[in-house]
């Protein structure tokens, strides 16, 4: 049979990506992206979660380790800020972490009924091991994930987030080698 007789095979298809061209993604996409977020935090936080089991400490814990060490001074109404929680709430988390030495506390220089927070030595040694086993886990997924999909991640956590917590990272600084925001 000649080419000029040969059937004309059909062009295989390729599904495009999740969301490629469409205004709106479809409930079930979304649904998915939604299972992704919830396995992905569990298991992202579970790298942390056995040495805070260990130490009688949980995610609060951790949160308030990472955002003090983050922000050395960072005042009480501050952190209280970021982590949108209760007064009480944090007054549990931080006397915990300051009984435990892990936080210390001193009074503001200009105002002193504020109260400066900072990670003790110790404190900075829990953060850096909790933060090692969630980089470990975030630097496996860049490195199988590729550039352009790390980028995209960026983007699409940064839109799930409040303006509050996109006005933080932007204040907080590039990390070197970058010229936008995380």
Known sequence: MSAAHRPAT?????PQ????????????????AQDLMFFAYRDFTNAADVILDELGLGRAHHRALHFIGR?????????????????QSL???????VTDGYVAQAPGSADRRQRLLSL??????????LFERQRDRLAGAYREAGGPAVDGFRKVMRAIMN???RAYLDRAGTPPGRSDPP
């Open 10 to 14: 059909p062009e295989p298809k390729h």
């Open 17 to 32: 990506p999740a969301g490629a061209g469409l205004l709106f993604l479809r409930e079930e996409e979304i649904r998915l």
């Open 71 to 87: 922000n050395p001074g960072i005042t009480v109404s501050d952190l209280l800020t970021l982590l949108r929680i209760t007064k």
């Open 91 to 97: 007054a549990r988390v931080l006397g915990a972490l």
């Open 120 to 129: 003790t030595p110790a404190g900075a040694a829990l953060e850096r091991r």
């Open 163 to 165: 303006e509050s917590a």
